[in-house]
């Protein structure tokens, strides 16, 4: 066993990337404002370090080995998903990993894109950082949540950082950050507690300072969220507004209705009586992951030793996700495909990351800041976005009263809780509009 850990150990540094001996070399220029004065741009560089990725086939051999090697338990009891990811789904899924799936694909792609490290408050950030090539393009911190990564953001690099050739204009470009939460990816693992969402937040802001961007947005969903409201509240130099695809609005009588099991209040209108019934469904039906990882994230062995079960918890997220990605696997069209599926899984096992990841629910919970939907007194701009099948859509009504400076709401057609990765398209565009109003005040 101990040869097997130390191992195990070797090979994570080796994942962790190379180092190019040449900045120019790892296109360290796609890093830094034009603009920048070379004395204070050769500083900045060696504040960050060129990274990839180069996983040993070792560890791929060893992937597809416990693969092969799961144990399986029998059929669930039931025609539905109400105990959980179907046996025939995982089945499917497991077959499709072993046989057809390839990690060289995304690793090529994320080679392909200028990645870096650097270390904030003690710890490495891994980000992606992708300039436009239009000059006035808006600077945007975009962050994941669980169970995603940096995957989650790959389609909408191109369409935003490069839109006059996606249908948009010159005066639609962003450029992009695109960082790995602690414990998630190719960032480093926190030795110690205390790397909740406002400390992130502030190393967000700090990460884009050091970038040389004075003035800038940040988007987020899930996790990424909690970052980027938590940004919004301590309302760092540069911040111009957020956007948010999964907002904190639910007012303070309905999270208590709805911890104490009440009914719904009598005079909601149908759009807040639709986020009741969502909330309602997922607190009753959805949060087993969420508790177990608030209260007891490093129980959580089985996950790291078994990439089948790793999977189910992943894919176990919430009820309209785990659905999609069950018609994904049962060879249905949608919005992620089974290699996005297993791009994302197949990242946290090579990473190791099941535990270090799962223990920002637990910083979260020990070390609080308020409930995750509940809001948070954002008073600068806001722009809201609104997918039908997440986990819940926020009414109008709830957006106005948590953000007093609304500069965007918009419900979408179709589309859930991976928005960018979903739906591309739909969430470009919502981009694109979403902050309009700030480049034309700024």
Known sequence: MTERLNHTTVDRRQLLGTVAKGIAAAGTSSLFPANAASAAMSQEIRL????????????????????????????????????????????ELAHYWLTQYDWRKIEAKLNALPQFITA???????FIHVRSKHENALPMIVTHGWPGSIIEQIKIIEPLTNPTAHGGSASDAFHLVIPSLPGYGF??????????PPRIARAWATLMQRLGYTRY???????????????????????LGIHTNMPATVPANISKALARGEAPPADLTVEERNAWDQLDFFNKNGLGYAIEMNNRPQTLYGIVDSPVGLAAWMIDHDDRSEKMIARVFDGKTEGLTRDDVLDNVTLYWLTNTAISSARLYWDNAHYPTGGFFDPRGIKIPVAVSVFPDELYAAPRSWAERAYPKLIHYNRLPKGGHFAAWEQTELFTAEMRAAFKPLRQSS
């Open 187 to 196: 960032s480093g693992k926190p030795t110690a507690s205390g790397w909740n």
């Open 48 to 91: 960050f370090r060129p990274f990839r990725i180069n996983v040993p086939e070792e560890q791929l051999v060893d992937l597809r080995q416990r693969i092969a090697a799961t144990r399986w338990p029998e059929r669930e009891t039931v025609a539905d998903t109400s105990q959980g990811v179907l046996l025939a789904t995982m089945r």
């Open 217 to 239: 947005v940040a988007q987020g969903g899930d996790w990424g969220n909690a970052v980027t409201e938590n940004m919004a509240v301590q309302e760092p130099a540069g911040l």
């Open 120 to 126: 904030i408050d003690g710890l490495d950030i891994h």
